[in-house]
């Protein structure tokens, strides 16, 4: 028979050998332990069965503490999770520990170990001298102890762990202690955090492979510019650990669950690091390598946890069951905070949670309330963070070779601060030559980085993914109204005796509380659809009654329906739509009573009560209404409620008998829609341009609106002209000019040498046109614009890039679309709709300090690809969701359509509204929008949400008119800035005027330099202007503001933008600029 070796071995010292082979004694098993490893060794025969009261240690040699341990440890036959490790606390008192947050020859001396237990029974125990592990190994047949449970089943408890913190005066690593500077309200209250979860991969395994010395300070420079107020670490070992401690950005702005001892990460593990510290951390174990850490945080308005993990992967053994058994552990977790004092506290749960996106882990979650961020702000986009299609490491590490989205923010915000806002990848690009020892470009990791932006609210509702499992709050509900113009004999009784006469409109209560104001979009849907066969009724407010409480009593109108029943039903129907929303129904045992409460007094004797509504009743005229739609209304902070959504009656009958007027007719009637020979003519004009640049051996890309199919009346087509590397820009725009010499209907061709990107202007046929140039460089082929880029694009001028971006911009917008199955006519439809909106509005200038055509088709896909089907079948619909998500978008957070822009960070003050362009490089498309003008947006589109509400719910001419209605120039005695040129040729008055369009943003950044002032550029009714900008001051020192007298910041920006024109070195002989200020 061979040398048998230890179970443990492989992870023992090296200079311990196996042990010796075993002798046989007789039929009856005898246990004697190997003098060199102290493995205790059955001598019977094999198969053999021995009861637990004959496996107690021979006296000749009790197993020491440190052997037990490592045997639990290594031993394929035990689950370490199953076993707790009791000790002495100092005077004689035992605490226990669970067996893997035990470290060994750590704080705990192994002397100071008494027992191991699993589940009730002590399997090992110094004092009794009993060592049971040989039978428990040994005996296949052995049931576990009654009480115990199964490895997968198991109940594992969260222990106490130290943090730690840089101590600068020690020069040291340090246990951090808790004090009053964590309490709540000690430390500043965060409008936002900022989380990152990144598996930063160890190399335990195939380290050949890895190259991890060159990863570990890729991966800190990764974390630095992450900046996150909490990140999250999976697989960390101790020289990651060793790295982070000695990294100076860590010691002075994290604390860490983690110190240099490195117990928790040993051979690897979790590591959480925040910039808050922690009142509390603690670990539950599931296995040597398996564990959650937990901080608590504890900041102003709120306690907050956060909590790092990393579930069992498919490659274990028995995985699914494991995670299963994690879930229940961190779901219990969860749920028992709850338990510990008068508020449930935010959770957030940040890791590697090692399942696919349809896995029942995610649903599980999201039944117990957690939101996951990915597809809640990043809806149709994959995410993947474990992608062996674009990541060598991950090639190398995967079993399936399937891309997948393990790494995840998780939120539950039961008090409605917590909202997710924004959420990209990070680490998705490869660190600079040389290759991977593998070959081919090197990550930091096998897995992308996730980085998560949550908005922290004192009254904001809790975000979660579907409106039917979004939490009710009490800032919304869904109500009956009277027609405003009978509240007449009701405000004065409610002005009088209801306390809530300022927070509430007179109502009729039917669902509340309500889902989150954010979710109305998808609740109305679900609404109309509940509602549309509900006919309109009568309800009159017949006389007075009461509800009784422990000390006061409500005073309410008691409405009467017909047909009788109707409120009743009504608020059945709404109910089962959103049956969360079950308050009202079950409030007493006769359910839902209709009432309309006018006020509150102390509770008295019935007689008292009856006499005093009896003589309100006296007064008291009943007055009826045709209850036609229910409104969806809500409070912000604490304002008023206000009406945000209204749902009618009966819509399915009415849209068969009443004509409505419709998106479609309103565009048509503004000339929303090219006709089709305008449309005609425009593909004509193209051709016939396209065939001069041919003749020439140019090739023609038009792009934008006309590559997009949405081109209006009066819209320019741009394009970008390719040509050979010795024909020079100049000498294109020269050659262009002399060849649109031979057409007969061209007008105006000019080439704008000094433009940000130099163009030539022309109109052939009535269609204007902007063509920039890109020349190949030397030795290039002719090929398509997309090519060039991808292959050429390092060895392409500045002004030849920027040209072609724009085409591979909307060639990438298209692909998005198209990509998503948003549906590229209803994208037309919406864009024409917003551009005729935004052009009535005098917001369709990129010049002005708006936003151009191609920003807003960018946030036109936006939200084509994230709407919610449900919600957004119309096109009425899906304008809706796009006035109402950007009316409430909070800027500066970047819109985005592809992953590899999503990696876009807004810098100073030229990012005010990232709307960033689909191509790479990440490019902000809005850069000339201002403090100025994004207010004049926000409340442009504010006032275009509330206007489409009503063109909806109205449906007639007039309303829709409304959305579109032109905006307001100033008059002449309003405060304005007038810029006007004047020139004697026509052509010098274009050129002249082209210049003030291309300054103007320049001339709002030196007058908003003020920051008293708030500027609102205007269209000029005519190209050559004038250009009107709207002045406006609040506060004390408003006129001060508007002073022009010589010398004042006013009129110093002016005079500097007069002197820059004048120094123009291309200014038009004898043009002359004009800049006027009206004070109002």
Known sequence: MGRIPCAWLPSWPSNVSACAPPSRQGRRAKLRSCTRCGLAQNKGLPGSSISLESSAMSHERFTPSREVYHRIRWDPRFDAREFVIGYDAHAGEMEEVPFAAFVPDGEIPWHRVWYFRRGTHKVWDRKSRTDLLDALASGPAEPAPASSVSPDEAAPVFSPLPSYHYDSREGAWCEHVPSSAASPGALPPPEELTVATFNVLFDLHEAELLDTPRRIPAALSLLRSADADIIALQEVTEPFLRALLETPWIREHYFLSEGPGAATVTPYGQLLLSRFPFASLSQCVFSRDKRVIAGEIRLKGGTLWVATLHLTSHRAHASSS??????????????????????????????????????????????????????????????YTFDPERNGLATVMTVSG?????????????????????????????????????????????????????????????????????????????????????????????????????????????LYPFVPEEHFLEAEALIAEALKHLEPFQVTLTGFSFFEHPGSVTAWLQPEEHPRGALKSLQ?????????????????????????????????????????LSAWERDWHP???????????????????????????????????????????????????????????????????NEVCSRLGLELYPYGSFLMGTSGTGSDVDAVVIGPAHLSREDFAGALLQALTQEKDCEGARFIADAAIPLVKLSLGGVHFDVSYASRPEGVAPCPPAELLARQGERLDLAGFRSLTGWADTDALLECVGREEADLERFRTLLRAVKTWAKARGVYSHALGYLGGFSWAVLTAWACMRAPRDSSRTEEQLLDYFFEMFAAWPWPLPVTLTPGTA?????????????????????????????????????????????????????????????????????????????????????????????????????????????????RPFPPSQPEGPFRIGLSAQGPEAGQALSHHPGAPLQRALDEFRESFHAWSHRPPGASLSVRFTAG
């Open 903 to 1015: 990696r876009y960070v807004p810098e100073g003050k030229r990012d005010q509204m990232p709307v960033v362009a689909p191509a790479l490089p990440p490019r902000n498309t809005a850069r000339n929008v201002s403090r100025s003008t994004l207010r004049v947006l926000r409340e442009e589109l504010a006032r275009a949400s509330e206007a489409l509400r009503r063109a909806r719910q109205e449906g007639t001419a007039e309303a829709w008119d409304a959305l579109f209605a032109p905006v307001e120039i100033p008059g002449p005695t309003a405060a304005q800035v007038v810029v006007s040129v004047e020139a004697k040729a026509h052509e010098d008055r274009q050129v002249a005027a082209g210049w003030i369009l291309g300054h103007l943003t320049a001339l709002v950044y030196r007058l908003e330099g003020d920051r008293r002032l708030f500027l």
């Open 623 to 689: 007055l009826s209404f045709e209850a036609r739609e229910v409104c969806l209304i809500s409070r912000r902070g604490n304002d008023p409620f206000e009406v945000r959504r209204r749902i009618a009656l009966g819509r399915a009958k009415r849209s068969l008998s009443e004509p409505r007027s419709t998106l479609h007719d309103a565009l048509s009637a503004r000339e929303g829609w090219e006709s089709s020979e305008a449309h005609r003519a425009r593909i004509q004009a193209v051709k016939r341009l």
């Open 572 to 612: 059945a129907v709404l109910e089962a739509a959103l049956p969360q929303c079950d308050e009202q129904g079950r409030k007493s045992k006769q359910g839902f009573t209709p009432h309309l409460s006018v006020g509150q007094f102390p509770r008295s004797s019935l007689s008292d009560i009856r006499q005093k």
């Open 402 to 510: 399937r891309r997948q989205r393990l790494d995840r923010v998780l939120v539950r915000s039961p008090s409605g601060r917590l909202t997710p806002r924004a959420v990209t990848l990070f680490g998705e690009t490869p660190l600079p030559a040389p290759e991977a020892p593998a070959g081919g470009p090197l990550f930091t990791s096998d897995h992308f980085g996730v980085r998560c932006i949550l908005h922290r609210g004192e009254t904001r509702s809790p975000a979660v993914s579907r409106v039917h499992l979004a939490a009710p709050v009490h800032e919304s509900a869904v109500v009956l109204i009277p027609p405003e113009a009978q509240w007449g004999p009701i405000q004065p009784l409610r002005a009088q005796h209801d306390r809530n006469y300022q927070r509430w409109m007179p109502h009729v209560t039917l």
């Open 322 to 383: 494991s995670r299963a058994a994690q879930l229940r552990a961190i779901v219990g977790w969860a749920n028992a905070l709850g338990t510990q004092g008068l508020h449930s506290p935010d959770v957030v749960l940040a890791g590697d949670f090692n399942f696919s996106e349809d896995a029942p882990e995610g649903h599980a979650f999201a039944q117990h309330g957690f939101t996951d961020v990915w597809p809640l702000l990043r809806p149709g986009e994959p995410g």
